[in-house]
């Protein structure tokens, strides 16, 4: 079946690093995919959704700025944390749907722990 | 608005005995329905989905779900816990004329089998 990589699956980095996380659809094209945040045993908050050859579409109260969204290639979207603070500690999960077929659900990725200390 | 409500945080039950994990939605029109499941640090694995047709879906690891479009509701259920079934459920529902495919999920139930 259709499968979604994320990577890294657990980052640790200082305070004002920035941190690059990868999402790729592995056995189809994906237009759209999805970045959603998730604390602690909370429901996934969607952060934004990235088309692929245009910008991100982002949710009210998301900043775009801080949370760079770059869809370049059918395959591959990557949520860049831009100098990250301790309050950007969550765990962040993208998600993509095969466009040939509408009714299928979407496919998570594992998801990214991310620690800033 | 668009909502789902999973009115549990947490259901606890023996293993062997049946389960049920609730959620309610709220959309215009006709929804597709989806339950997943989240098991630690892990991303979230899909179920089942209601799209049209009958209202009982059976879905993945012997979960199955009724919709009901009077009650707006879509339980999931199982006959038979087992304790590797403990984890974290979501509901999640997009609207038909959502062609972007965004899911509204429900806040979760935490599903806790004992032994």
């Known amino acids: 079946g259709a499968v979604v990589s994320q990577h890294p699956s657990w980052v640790i980095c200082k305070s004002g690093t920035s941190v690059k996380i990868e999402c790729r659809s592995l056995d189809f094209q994906a237009t759209t995919m999805f970045w959603y945040r998730q604390f602690p045993k909370q429901s996934l908050m969607l952060m934004a959704t990235?088309?692929?050859?245009?910008?991100?579409?982002?949710e009210q109260g998301v900043e775009k700025d801080k949370f760079l969204i770059n869809h370049a290639s059918l395959t591959l979207s990557t949520l860049t944390v831009t100098s990250a603070h301790p309050e950007d500690s969550s765990f962040y999960i993208c998600s993509a749907r095969d466009p040939r077929k509408s009714n299928q659900p979407q496919h998570f990725g594992d998801g990214t722990r991310l620690s800033i200390l | 608005a668009q909502s789902v409500a999973q009115p549990e945080d947490q259901v606890n039950v023996a293993e062997g005995n049946p389960l049920t994990v609730k959620c309610t939605y709220s959309v215009s029109g006709n929804p597709y329905l989806f339950w997943y499941v989240q098991y630690p640090n892990r991303g979230l694995q899909f179920l089942l989905k209601?799209?049209?047709?009958?209202?009982l879906v059976k879905g993945s690891y012997g979960f199955e779900a009724e919709f009901n479009k009077s009650q707006t509701s879509f339980h999931l259920k199982k006959p038979s816990a087992l304790v590797s079934d403990s984890a974290l459920y979501f509901c999640?529902?997009?609207?038909?004329?959502?062609?972007?495919?965004?899911?509204?999920f429900g806040q979760g139930t935490e599903l806790s089998v004992k032994p």
């Open positions: 990235s088309n692929e050859g245009s910008k991100a579409t982002y």
């Open positions: 999640a529902v997009t609207p038909l004329y959502n062609q972007g495919g965004k899911l509204i």
């Open positions: 209601y799209i049209t047709g009958d209202n």
